[in-house]
């Protein structure tokens, strides 16, 4: 990604972040009243929210555990704050977090065979689940008697990319051409990550995904159910999270039942995954809040959650991936002299 490009996306996303927090929340409950609903929670919801906040963070390092043996957990939390941290701010979503991750992980003298596989597994595993969120969503609304047709089509968009992701993920591993222009193209990525930071290049490209195609089949095999329950607890932990939220500000289950906020967090889910604006600010919380209104929650404290919800997920990773990134660099100028 060239500056000019960068410079771009952050003043797309910073004026769709302005009309969303400047003029849309605003008509749908005014802030006043949202910071009512916010001071009106009680020590023991924010100790809860605090906690589950906490909880998210740590969850992040489970996936790199298992994709990545030998990753401590601290590290692995350092390295997941930091890229997702990048992410947020950074317009490219889930590929430039990828990139930022194989930075960090080479910097903490991983080998790059490892750490690509490790990217690989746990970027697929995130995306698929992140795709078939709003299909789980959909068929839990569907036995209690909910229709959403944003929740419909989310869901047919999600499972039409899972489709597609799967394929290519076949064709890649089966085929050695793929497999060469889509490292080739990840090695572009992540060289232009690399770039961001005043980093060299990376050394390998596609013919190494060729080269090492074997070696990703044999960590799939044996890795694939311990990844899938990291990575479902790493997701859910978001939205226990979201829910957790919901709750504290005074929804209630029948005003907004349990599918129903699965259901809207799913679509917020989805919304981020998407290189939109960065972190998803401002889609993701007309997302949330259009649907959580629309299921009959009450204006404000709708927006209270949303909001709370937001920074809560945002703010801890921001500031713990900012001190992240700044130690890594410092500890990569002292080790090369610089």
Do not use: C
């Amino acid at each position: 990604m060239t500056l000019r490009r960068l410079v771009l996306a952050l003043a797309v996303g910073g004026v769709v972040a302005g009309i969303t927090f400047a003029w849309v929340l605003p008509r749908i409950a005014g802030y006043a009243a949202v910071w009512r609903e916010l001071r009106s929670l009680g020590s023991v919801w924010m100790v809860v929210l605090a906690l589950v906040a906490v909880m998210n963070i740590a969850t992040f390092a489970l996936p790199w555990m298992v994709a990545l043996p030998g990753l401590r957990f601290l590290v692995a939390v350092k390295v997941t704050q930091a890229s997702t941290a990048f992410g947020l701010i950074v317009p490219g979503g889930a590929p430039m977090g990828m990139a930022a991750s194989y930075a960090l992980l080479r910097a903490a003298s991983f080998e790059p065979q490892r750490i690509a596989s490790a990217v690989a597994l746990t970027g697929i595993w995130n995306q698929g689940s992140t795709l078939l969120f709003p299909v789980v969503a959909i068929v839990l609304l569907a036995a209690f008697g909910t229709s959403s047709p944003a929740l419909a089509a989310a869901a047919a968009l999600g499972l039409v990319l899972t489709v597609l992701a799967a394929a290519l993920l076949f064709a890649v591993l089966w085929r050695a051409a793929l497999a060469q222009r889509v490292g080739d193209v990840l090695a572009r990525m992540m060289t232009s990550t690399r770039r961001l930071v005043r980093r060299r290049p990376v050394s390998w490209s596609g013919d190494s995904l060729v080269r090492h195609r074997a070696e990703f089949l044999r960590l799939m095999r044996q890795r694939w159910p311990a990844l899938t329950v990291a990575t479902l607890a790493n997701q859910l932990s978001a939205y226990l999270l979201f829910e957790t939220s919901v709750r504290a500000v005074g929804i209630g289950l029948d005003a907004v039942s349990l599918p129903e906020t699965f259901a809207a967090w799913s679509v917020a889910r989805l919304l981020t995954s998407l290189p939109l604006t960065p972190g998803g600010v401002g889609f993701v919380e007309l997302g949330l809040t259009g649907m959580l209104v629309g299921f009959g929650g009450m204006h404000p404290a709708v927006v209270a959650a949303v909001l709370a919800y937001r920074a809560l997920s945002i703010v801890p990773t921001l500031a713990l991936g900012l001190l992240a990134g700044a130690g890594w660099r410092l500890g990569t100028r002292t080790n090369t002299g610089a």
